[in-house]
């Protein structure tokens, strides 16, 4: 499939449209989510039939998000703060999973590149500079859409052990500043039941 064909896929139009622009990291995730998606034979989740893990939150997460339909507010997207652009993808009805990790080398940036992302995030970029990096970003991120599956992830399958089904349950009102809390997040001590924000500032680890 050309560049040009995912260019014109809804899904990529929604998926840039969700992440606010088309960048190289979200052409990684919207890649890394097609591809384990057709690894587990699935469509997108409409509840909790597929369960996500990624393992960045970066750009690319928001393409998963998009495309796989699991979020955290269903409780079927799980984050692992690992820095790593792998993705896992798990069919709650088969219980197939598949591991989609990116390559190396694939997300690396020349120096022009890298020197118009700092110029970029300090502000510094003039008109002309923002117009050249959203060009190179531009190019970067069909380059992505364009290689083949192969070239970009290594895809094995694997077998996890899925968390529950989310939970829906009560909330409680803490003991120390009044709001609903979901009950189970509540720790009982001595002077009532405290939600995690107002122990932590009773032990001081705020």
Same mark, same amino acid.
């Given at each position: 499939?050309?560049?040009?064909?995912?260019?014109?896929?809804?899904?990529?139009?929604?998926? !840039?449209?969700?992440?606010?622009?088309?960048?190289?990291?979200?052409?990684?995730?919207?890649?890394?989510? !097609?591809?384990?998606?057709?690894?587990?034979?699935?469509?997108?989740?409409?509840?909790?039939?597929?369960?996500?893990?990624?393992?960045?939150?970066?750009?690319?997460?928001?393409?998963? +998000?998009?495309?796989?339909?699991?979020?955290?507010?269903?409780?079927?997207?799980?984050?692992?703060?690992?820095?790593?652009? !792998?993705?896992?993808? !798990?069919?709650?009805?088969?219980?197939?999973?598949?591991?989609?990790?990116?390559?190396?080398?694939?997300?690396?940036?020349?120096?022009?590149?890298?020197?118009?992302?700092?110029?970029?995030?300090?502000?510094?970029?003039?008109? +002309?500079?923002?117009?050249?990096?959203?060009?190179?970003?531009?190019?970067?991120?069909?380059?992505?859409?364009?290689?083949?599956?192969?070239?970009?992830?290594?895809?094995?399958?694997?077998?996890?052990?899925?968390?529950?089904?989310?939970?829906?349950?009560?909330?409680?009102?803490?003991?120390?500043?009044?709001?609903?809390?979901?009950?189970?997040?509540?720790?009982?001590?001595?002077?009532?039941?405290?939600?995690?924000?107002?122990?932590?500032?009773?032990?001081?680890?705020?």
């Amino acid at each position: 499939m050309s560049s040009q064909n995912i260019l014109d896929k809804e899904s990529w139009k929604e998926a !840039v449209k969700f992440h606010g622009h088309m960048c190289p990291g979200l052409s990684i995730g919207y890649r890394a989510a !097609v591809a384990g998606l057709e690894q587990l034979q699935n469509c997108r989740s409409a509840d909790e039939e597929i369960v996500t893990i990624v393992e960045t939150n970066a750009c690319g997460a928001d393409a998963v +998000q998009c495309l796989t339909g699991c979020t955290f507010g269903k409780g079927n997207l799980i984050f692992k703060d690992h820095g790593k652009q !792998v993705f896992t993808f !798990v069919s709650r009805d088969t219980g197939k999973g598949a591991r989609v990790s990116l390559k190396p080398g694939i997300i690396e940036l020349d120096e022009r590149h890298l020197q118009l992302i700092e110029l970029m995030r300090s502000e510094e970029a003039t008109d +002309q500079e923002i117009e050249e990096f959203w060009l190179i970003h531009h190019k970067k991120s069909v380059s992505i859409l364009e290689k083949d599956i192969d070239e970009l992830f290594d895809i094995r399958e694997v077998n996890i052990t899925l968390p529950p089904k989310a939970k829906i349950e009560p909330s409680v009102i803490c003991d120390e500043c009044g709001e609903p809390t979901m009950a189970s997040k509540l720790t009982e001590i001595d002077s009532g039941r405290l939600c995690p924000e107002c122990e932590a500032q009773i032990n001081g680890c705020s």
